[in-house]
């Protein structure tokens, strides 16, 4: 009696874990299709599930979007902790991190706005991870300031947000990479103290 309901119970794991890859899966695909806006109802459908069922696994937009980052995470830390190595000057550094918030943000169409919302409270899932990005940010920027490279009156919230507006402009409809550089360099230039600008492509 006991090894059948253990049985059971791992058959009904099974299941419930193959639905969630299943949503996570479809959800990768359809936002990368549709951004971030596109309808959970849909996810659900195309995966070939209950509307219902997503929502156990999932119960609104930000806590599927927070588990398809996470799924990110193993590039951000590798990237990470190449800038923390000690071969990048800290300026170089937290440019470079800077770049790759920005690239993260782009995952998905639409994807900075519910990031910078996120930003403003605690109770969306995507919070704690935003607010991660802005803690390693002003490890960066501390050590940036501490070299003399970066402005003092500078915060790392402000350059997490920047970086998404950034993401935001590159990932638009009518923006091309040209605008997106120079929102970049913009960036760069109003944290730094004097180093050299890059050069950007306005063609």
């Known amino acids: 009696?006991?090894?059948?309901?253990?049985?059971?119970?791992?058959?009904?794991?099974?299941?419930?874990?193959?639905?969630?890859?299943?949503?996570?899966?479809?959800?990768?695909?359809?936002?990368?299709?549709?951004?971030?806006?596109?309808?959970?109802?849909a996810i659900a459908k195309q995966a070939g599930i209950g509307a219902g069922t997503l929502y156990r696994h999932f119960p609104n937009r930000e806590t599927?979007?927070?588990?398809?980052?996470?799924?990110?995470?193993?590039?951000?830390?590798?990237?990470?902790?190449?800038?923390?190595?000690?071969?990048?000057?800290?300026?170089?550094?937290?440019?470079?991190?800077?770049?790759?918030i920005t690239a993260w943000a782009g995952a998905f169409a639409g994807l900075p706005e519910p990031l910078r919302a996120a930003t403003t409270t605690s109770s969306s899932p995507l919070s704690v991870t935003c607010q991660g990005f802005i803690t390693t940010t002003e490890e960066f920027l501390q050590a940036a300031q501490d070299d003399g490279s970066a402005r003092r009156d500078v915060r790392a919230r402000d350059l997490f947000l920047a970086a998404l507006a950034t993401s935001w402009v590159r990932g638009a409809a009518l923006a091309d990479d040209a605008s997106a550089a120079a929102l970049a360099e913009l960036t760069r230039n109003g944290w730094a103290t004097t180093r050299p600008a890059r050069a950007v492509d306005d063609r």
Not at 6 to 19: I, V
Not at 93 to 99: F, K, R, S, T, V
């Open 64 to 100: 599927l979007l927070a588990a398809l980052l996470t799924a990110r995470d193993d590039a951000l830390v590798a990237r990470r902790d190449h800038l923390r190595g000690g071969s990048v000057n800290a300026a170089d550094a937290l440019d470079g991190w800077l770049d790759a």
């Open 1 to 41: 009696m006991q090894g059948m309901t253990t049985d059971k119970t791992r058959a009904l794991r099974a299941d419930a874990q193959r639905n969630r890859d299943r949503i996570l899966d479809t959800a990768e695909q359809y936002f990368s299709e549709h951004g971030v806006s596109g309808s959970l109802d």
